[in-house]
């Protein structure tokens, strides 16, 4: 079994906890010119329970500061996942948290807990649980915002019955009582179970008068037969008229084509109105088995979400954080030729790496990364075939579970030019594609020391570079109370 001092490093500008278990980002929320990021989080130990909210916080979404736990486990009852918004009441600012109540007799129900401290310190409503139906699988509260025509105002919290794959839906006026509305679903394949929804509206192609409604969910295979990608993303698009929501078409779309992009929600109050999306860098598959110590589970990057029309279709874009742009953008592109031989750039294994070619006179491109475990990563980009493969394999992945070698496909959009962002940081690869239309998202093994991306076209045309090592400076900050030496 290989272990983990020697194959993993931890990332360096992603979010991970000091120590412990992390899953699902929580209560994601801009306050006071501060990005909040809570967490699921087993403050004990680095395997999966005792389920609390950790906290980190972020002046600019890629330097994280972590803060005590926020709301802890108590005997009987579990902090499961759920949201925050910023309101203001009485004429003062405060939190509101939803998180659901996860009893020790297999009830789950919604509760919530205000912060007046910009969500540092947390008050427990006495009278929760405040949405109760007596069922075991009712979680992940979102709420959000919803105005409608008149521009009468309500607050609209979902939640799932995760084993009916549902979505339920209630509204308040004040953040108290909640009225029943609708349910969204079941849709698609049974075996799974709904986690995590989240809704929110775009602007198709930028235009106001045309909004959609994007309803994400995540999607884990249960019972013997689970499906051995395990756990993932999906989203639809449709319209949402303060009570229901019907999507388009009834088919789930992924929102990442890797295997590590879970439970994704967006943060409330994102300034300007963006929608930013944060996912948990694992997979309920194999997420105990990912050789990280003294710390487990990782975020992703941030996503500004848009929905653009791709085929007569609107498609969820995905584009990185304004940092990564400004970090490439200070960097000197390179033209370089990967045919007769390859071309190879040293990475520090916590790199930004852009790449932009013409794949009509290029050919077939391939691009493989190895650090110094016997893994590599091999992604194969085809116009001809109008696909893309990125494949993850070796003896060390191996031997960490069986299903963590794989492959992922997307299909390409056709013709112009073509461009793979990859940011790398340590055991955490997300692939962007193109101008954001699809993006594949993976955890790897490339070992501690530097990783070489070597990089190979069919034919002998030019391919601008750019790349950009984010030291270890980058890294996460964390404050004294919380630091105790790995
Ligand atoms: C999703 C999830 C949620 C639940 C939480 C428990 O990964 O299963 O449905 O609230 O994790 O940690």
Known sequence: MPTSKGQVSRPA???????????????????RGVWHLYFQYNPENADWGNMSWGHATSPDLQHWTEHPVALRY????????????????????????????AYGDHRQAQSTATSHDGGFTWQLNPNNPVLDRGTSAFRDPKVIRYTNRNGDFQWILLAVEADDRQVLFYASSDLRSWEYLSTFGPIGDEGLVWECPDLFPLAVDGDP??????????????????????????????????????????????????RDFYAGVTFDSAPGGEVILLGWMSNWRYATAFPTAPWRGAMSIPRRLSLRVLDGTPRLMQEPPAFVSEHLAKAVPATVFGADPPFSLSLSGHSLIDLRWDPATSGVLRLRLQGDTDSKVEIIHSSTSQTLHITRSGPVLEALHPDFASRSTVELATGGAARLLLILDGPLLEVFVGNGESTVSNLVVPGRSAVTATLETERHTPVTVTSVDLAQSERITTPAALDHSD
């Open 74 to 101: 108590r005997e009987g009852e579990q902090i499961f996942s759920g949201s925050i918004v910023a309101s203001t009441v009485n004429g003062t600012e405060q939190l509101t948290a939803y998180y659901t109540s």
């Open 13 to 31: 500008f992603h979010f991970t906890p000091q120590r412990n278990w992390m899953n699902d980002p929580n209560g994601l929320v801009y306050h």
């Open 209 to 258: 008068e045309c909004i959609r409604w994007v309803l994400v969910l995540s999607t884990n295979p249960v019972g013997h037969d689970a499906d051995a990608d395990g756990s993932s993303m999906s989203y639809f698009v449709g319209q949402f008229d303060g009570v229901s929501f019907i999507a388009e078409t009834q088919e789930l779309t992924r929102v990442d084509h890797g």
